[in-house]
């Protein structure tokens, strides 16, 4: 099951868009109405040296010690100044997955903290979350307290040799993947319209094929998503079974 917290910030995101897009989507449009601070910028041949480059010559200076790779997206965030780049040679289907899977790390490890924090124990802590300086004691005492996180944002670049994520990287990544499908094809609706067009709960090709066709995922990102709604799907019909309706 998709958590509420994934629900709660995708729904809380079309609301401030106004309106939610027509399938497949691409979200461009709606990020600049609801959040007219992230910038979108493609480049070629993205990388984080040609991130570094970009933002010196904007006079944005990054320490960032990583090791060099090819990458499709990356997001910048740091004192309300957010760029959300994207290579620029990906096709229409992959664009959409990569700025979904971006924009879903600044919703869910940029922005989501810094308004808990803000809202619970006021716009001080924020100077904290920047970097500009340690939280106090009784600062600690609050946010504990509060069940508030007051770690500085970090980075989350640096991967195995094998190309896996590290530990924390991998939860903050499998979040930012389930946020990016749920901002593209919602589980719900995808649940309906598959419910009325094939059998239930249906094979894992027609899930794909689905996915695919009607919400404009490229088929790699297609697969893993199908298989995990396939699950769902298969756990909620069994508990259905299971209650005799």
């Not at 971006?102 to 809202?119: I, S, V």
């Not at 009784?138 to 094998?162: G, I, K, N, T, Y």
């Amino acid at each position: 099951m998709i958590s509420d917290r994934i629900e709660t910030l995708a729904a809380k995101f079309w609301e401030e868009a106004g309106t939610e897009e027509p399938f497949p989507r691409n979200l461009e449009v709606a990020i600049h109405k609801a959040k007219p601070s992230v910038a979108i910028v493609s480049l070629e041949r993205l990388c984080p040296q040609a991130v570094r480059v970009w933002l010196a010559v904007r006079d944005h200076q990054v320490w960032l010690v990583t090791k060099d790779r090819w990458v499709d997206g990356c997001l910048y965030a740091c004192k309300g100044i957010v760029f959300l780049f994207v290579e620029q040679t990906l096709g229409p289907d992959h664009r959409r997955v990569t700025i979904a899977h971006e924009f879903g790390h600044f919703l869910a490890d940029y922005e989501e903290p810094r308004r808990r924090a803000d809202r619970r124990l006021g716009p001080s802590l924020l100077s904290v979350f920047d970097g500009d300086r340690p939280p106090t004691a009784p600062e600690q005492l609050s946010a504990c307290l509060a069940d508030v996180s007051v770690e500085p944002h970090v980075h989350f670049m640096d991967r195995m040799a094998d190309g896996s994520f590290v530990q924390p990287v991998s939860q903050v990544e499998r979040t930012a993947n389930e946020l990016a499908f749920e901002l593209l094809a919602p589980w719900r609706i995808v649940f309906g319209t598959m419910r009325t067009a094939r059998p239930w709960p249906g094979a894992a090709i027609e899930w794909r094929q689905h996915l695919e066709e009607q919400f404009g995922l490229p088929r790699n990102w297609a697969g893993h998503y199908a298989e995990d709604l396939r699950r769902l799907a298969r756990a909620r019909r069994s508990f259905t079974e299971a209650l005799g309706m």
